[in-house]
T-cell receptor, first 115, second 114 residues
Framework: DAEITQSPRHKITETGRQVTLACHQT?????MFWYRQDLGHGLRLIHY???????NKGEVSDGYSVSRSNTEDLPLTLESAASSQTSVYFC??????????????FGPGTRLTVL | DQQVKQNSPSLSVQEGRISILNCDYT??????FLWYKKYPAEGPTFLIS?????DKNEDGRFTVFLNKSAKHLSLHIVPSQPGDSAVYFC?????????????FGTGTLLAVQP
């Protein structure tokens, strides 16, 4: 069965370190998204991609970067981790643009703690 | 500025009764709305959606109502079951599918009591 996976599921790091969260999907979806979930804010969009070599900034992109070298993967990098980036991170994918693209399939999440 | 608001952080309902989850929005350009359901330690899963050209969409026990004049969206679950206990997020978009970017509300925790 097709799926979307994230690794690691839990990560503790120190302020100033570079951290990369992995996202891998086997749906063969063109669209991929990264969100963070925080109490009082719901899910907020960090970065998104519509295909290989395409990346776009979302609502809360400062301090984060992504790269899309193939269809299956969209790793999220925190260049220099800050305590404000302690959060739960979700990766999602969707089939294409248009209405079908609104049905996003989410991974299980990565809980990141920055000390 | 929260464009999609879920003003009730939590809701408790008895099994078999109706659950009504509410969502208000401020952007009159929103043209597509969705509800996602999230269990602890899992990612959200798509539940039901509605286009702004409709005022109701039904899927089994789940019905979404849209009142554009009031900028209000609601999800009805009838009858409620203990397995429905989860966090429910409403989400909206304003670009007709051009970007598929979604703006999410803060979520409502539904507890269905047996």
């Amino acid at each position: 069965d097709a799926e979307i996976t994230q690794s690691p599921r839990h990560k503790i790091t120190e302020t100033g370190r570079q951290v990369t969260l992995a996202c891998h999907q086997t749906w063969n979806h063109n669209n991929m998204f990264w969100y963070r979930q925080d109490l009082g804010h719901g899910l907020r969009l960090i970065h998104y991609s519509y295909g290989v070599q395409d990346t776009n900034k979302g609502e809360v992109s400062d301090g984060y970067s992504v790269s899309r070298s193939n269809t299956e993967d969209l790793p999220l990098t925190l260049e220099s981790a800050a305590s404000s980036q302690t959060s739960v991170y979700f990766c999602a994918s969707s089939e294409s643009r248009g209405l079908a693209g609104y049905t996003q399939y989410f991974g299980p999440g990565t809980r990141l703690t920055v000390l | 500025d929260q464009q999609v608001k879920q003003n009730s952080p939590s809701l408790s309902v008895q099994e078999g009764r109706i659950s009504i989850l509410n969502c208000d929005y401020t952007n009159s350009m929103f043209d597509y709305f969705l509800w996602y359901k999230k269990y602890p330690a899992e990612g959200p899963t798509f539940l039901i959606s509605i286009s702004s050209i409709k005022d109701k969409n039904e899927d089994g026990r789940f019905t979404v109502f849209l009142n554009k004049s009031a900028k209000h969206l609601s999800l009805h679950i009838v009858p409620s079951q203990p397995g429905d206990s989860a966090v429910y997020f409403c989400a909206a978009s304003d670009d007709g599918g051009a970007t598929n970017k979604l703006i999410f509300g803060t979520g409502t925790l539904l507890a269905v009591q047996p």
